[in-house]
């Protein structure tokens, strides 16, 4: 230990603790910051039906009052690819990274991103 | 280029690629995890002989190292030939410009540092396309780096202490001896 310390000058050892420093805290910030964003709940009937990973692609089912929904997740976006409602909005609505999608007719709701506080700030209108 | 210079590069780039095949001998907790032992040579090129050789020496290893395990031109190849590329190019500009500043270890440091950026970089530009996995993988990579910069720089410190005690730096009468 010693004679690692004598090897070594004041700028290496500066530089050894930057680069330790960054990347620990790296290691801790990018762990948040994955585990608390990107996430998607879907919900039925005013119930979290699935909750799922932004980053994985996937393509989900969901069943509501007017029938089956296709909830596609790919490259880290979301959207509705097939409906049965009327309008077809929540279709049209196309590609969200961030958001909300709201298909009225079958009670479905697509969130995307933050995670699990979006209760709380639901309007009169989605409510 | 002098034969002496050319012999020496000769016998180092030998040096590098023996101790990057029996890295790849060593069994390791995580598959993508490399020692770098081979920039021991490359360091120890740069300081006691300069830039030119340090980086002939990581050319030469870098595309033999690939043409015997069959990994020529392909991604594992243009993996390390950047990383080898910008290291060495990394740590030969810091050692011109901050001479006194940093010794074996602050200059292994720079190198495995920006080894680890080109590999990250390439990666994601030419590979994964996928911000998130470089962003969570990046600083895990950056500070195993900076152990494993650590240790070689050592390594580097004492190799290049016992050349120039036994051979008055030259490395021609290590092969005779």
């Given at each position: 230990m010693k004679r690692i310390i004598k090897i070594t000058t004041f700028a290496d050892r500066l530089l050894f603790l930057i680069l330790i420093s960054a990347s620990v805290t790296g290691i801790f910030y990018s762990r948040e910051a994955v585990s608390q964003s990107s996430g998607v709940v879907i919900e039925v009937n005013g119930r979290p039906e699935f909750t799922f990973p932004l980053h994985t692609d996937r393509t989900v089912s969901v069943s509501g009052p007017c029938g089956n929904m296709l909830v596609e997740i790919r490259d880290g976006k979301v959207r509705v690819k097939e409906a049965h409602c009327p309008n077809q909005l929540c279709v049209k609505e196309?590609?969200?990274?961030k958001g909300v999608i709201v298909c009225l007719p079958n009670k479905v709701v697509v969130f995307v991103g933050g995670g699990h506080d979006h209760g709380k700030d639901t309007d009169a209108v989605s409510g | 280029m002098r034969s002496q210079d050319k012999y020496r590069i000769a016998v180092l780039a030998a040096y590098a690629l023996a101790l990057s095949g029996f890295e790849s001998l060593l069994p390791t907790p995580i598959p993508w995890l490399r020692l770098g032992l081979a920039n021991i040579i490359t360091l120890v090129a740069l300081m006691l002989y300069g830039f030119g050789t340090a980086l002939n020496v990581t050319l030469i290893r870098v595309i033999l190292a690939s043409l015997f395990t069959g990994t020529f031109l392909g991604p594992a190849f243009i993996l390390s030939f950047g990383g080898g590329i910008l290291s060495t190019a990394a740590m030969g500009l810091t050692h011109r410009m901050f001479r006194n500043l940093f010794g074996p270890v602050g200059l292994s440091l720079v190198g495995a540092f920006f080894h680890n950026i080109a590999q990250l970089s390439l990666a994601y530009f030419l590979f994964i396309q996928r911000i998130e996995a470089i962003l969570i993988i990046s600083p895990v990579i950056l500070f195993i780096g900076t152990l494993t910069g650590v240790a070689n720089g050592i390594i580097s410190d004492l190799l290049m202490k016992n050349i120039l005690k036994n051979d008055h730096g030259e490395i021609q009468n290590i092969s005779q001896a």
């Amino acid at each position: 230990m010693k004679r690692i310390i004598k090897i070594t000058t004041f700028a290496d050892r500066l530089l050894f603790l930057i680069l330790i420093s960054a990347s620990v805290t790296g290691i801790f910030y990018s762990r948040e910051a994955v585990s608390q964003s990107s996430g998607v709940v879907i919900e039925v009937n005013g119930r979290p039906e699935f909750t799922f990973p932004l980053h994985t692609d996937r393509t989900v089912s969901v069943s509501g009052p007017c029938g089956n929904m296709l909830v596609e997740i790919r490259d880290g976006k979301v959207r509705v690819k097939e409906a049965h409602c009327p309008n077809q909005l929540c279709v049209k609505e196309g590609w969200i990274s961030k958001g909300v999608i709201v298909c009225l007719p079958n009670k479905v709701v697509v969130f995307v991103g933050g995670g699990h506080d979006h209760g709380k700030d639901t309007d009169a209108v989605s409510g | 280029m002098r034969s002496q210079d050319k012999y020496r590069i000769a016998v180092l780039a030998a040096y590098a690629l023996a101790l990057s095949g029996f890295e790849s001998l060593l069994p390791t907790p995580i598959p993508w995890l490399r020692l770098g032992l081979a920039n021991i040579i490359t360091l120890v090129a740069l300081m006691l002989y300069g830039f030119g050789t340090a980086l002939n020496v990581t050319l030469i290893r870098v595309i033999l190292a690939s043409l015997f395990t069959g990994t020529f031109l392909g991604p594992a190849f243009i993996l390390s030939f950047g990383g080898g590329i910008l290291s060495t190019a990394a740590m030969g500009l810091t050692h011109r410009m901050f001479r006194n500043l940093f010794g074996p270890v602050g200059l292994s440091l720079v190198g495995a540092f920006f080894h680890n950026i080109a590999q990250l970089s390439l990666a994601y530009f030419l590979f994964i396309q996928r911000i998130e996995a470089i962003l969570i993988i990046s600083p895990v990579i950056l500070f195993i780096g900076t152990l494993t910069g650590v240790a070689n720089g050592i390594i580097s410190d004492l190799l290049m202490k016992n050349i120039l005690k036994n051979d008055h730096g030259e490395i021609q009468n290590i092969s005779q001896a």
